[in-house]
């Protein structure tokens, strides 16, 4: 096995390029560093430099041994902060959850972060059943995801509730009103008339998201058969999700409203999304008789403790999402 503190010095003598600074930085003699040169040359069995007055010029295998010196030190300092289990306020911290969850819990994480500089944040965004599978693999250490997970490969704590709505546009009737008045055209008046039945408000909602049309994302399907049973209408209830008219789809959550916006369609997303788009004036949040919520859940590794600093972020996470964290 090389000696550590040879390989320390020769990285040191490479990057200063010099023996009299190398000597300075190591606390050391020139003959000592001299001396560690020689001796990782015996252990390497070649000549690592060639001496240029006071300065060096790497051979080949001096570059190749400079390299695994520099990972030695990175697979070091690496072991070292893996070991840190306990240290709640230091380390690499990484959550994964949805885009909705991410914009409600990061601005809380980011505070944390600014009064710990030594926790370093990470918030993964992936859909649940990324989430799950990355936990049950135990390529994740920590998750929120909606509904308690049937799963004995993961452990789930509840957290809170996330509110959901069915999102359309505000201007469905100044859109009906603007079509009304613009036919010029028979052919033309059929079809804007079939399009004003679909935005009139007083039709009904199920007419309304059967013809409007949905605007997609990843988690559109579970929302809205979620919401259809829940909301307490008869009408959207006996609707099929995946038979619904699609007009859209995009995967970034800071631009699913904006086509909703528009009056292209709608769709269902948790209500704090609104909280987050400069545009919320331009939607409306149909109001069912009975609210949607989805609880919300931590995930983890069954049977093993998180880090200390996992705890940290889950408290604070919990705070947000509103439930007591024990």
């Known amino acids: 096995m090389i000696n550590p503190i040879w390989l320390d010095t020769f990285i040191t003598l490479v990057e200063t390029g010099n023996f009299t600074r190398t000597a300075e930085q190591r606390f050391m003699t020139q003959p000592g560093v001299s001396q560690h040169l020689k001796k990782l040359e015996e252990a390497c069995q070649c000549e690592l430099v060639v001496r240029l007055g006071k300065g060096i010029q790497l051979t080949e295998q001096g570059q190749r041994v400079y390299h695994y010196a520099k990972e030695q030190q990175a697979s070091e300092q690496r072991f070292i902060a893996s070991l840190k289990f306990d240290a709640a306020y230091e380390g690499k911290c990484v959550v994964a959850c ?5 914009q409600r819990i990061y601005p809380a994480l980011l505070t944390l972060q600014k009064q710990h500089r030594a926790l370093h944040i990470h918030v993964e965004v992936a859909p649940r059943r990324t989430i799950l599978t990355g936990i049950a693999n135990n390529t ?3 998750g929120i995801v909606t509904n308690m997970p049937n799963n004995e490969d993961v452990q789930s704590e509840y957290l809170g509730e996330e509110s959901l709505g069915l999102i359309l546009p505000r201007d469905l009737a100044d859109k009906a009103a603007a079509l009304e008045s613009s036919s010029k055209e028979s052919t033309e008046k059929v079809e804007r008339e079939r399009e004003l039945r679909a935005l009139k408000p007083q039709e009904s909602i199920k007419e309304v998201v ?6 997609n994302h990843p988690d559109a399907m579970h929302y809205l058969q979620r919401y259809f049973n829940d909301c307490g209408e008869a009408e959207l209830a006996t609707l099929n999700p995946a038979k619904l008219k699609h007009v859209g789809y995009i995967n970034q959550l800071s631009q ?7 009056g292209l369609g709608y769709t269902v997303l948790p209500t704090s ?5 400069s545009f919320a004036d331009k939607l409306t949040v149909y109001k069912a008789k009975n609210e949607v919520t989805e609880p919300l859940y931590s995930v983890q590794t069954p049977h093993s403790a998180l880090p200390a600093r996992y705890e940290v ?4 996470i919990s705070k947000i999402l509103g439930s007591e964290y024990i």
């Open 98 to 102: 949805s885009g909705a969850i991410a």
């Open 140 to 142: 994740l250490e920590l």
């Open 210 to 215: 059967s013809t409007l049309g949905l605007i």
């Open 256 to 262: 699913i409203l904006l086509p909703v916006s528009e």
């Open 273 to 277: 999304t609104l909280d987050f788009v």
């Open 313 to 316: 972020v889950k408290s604070a």
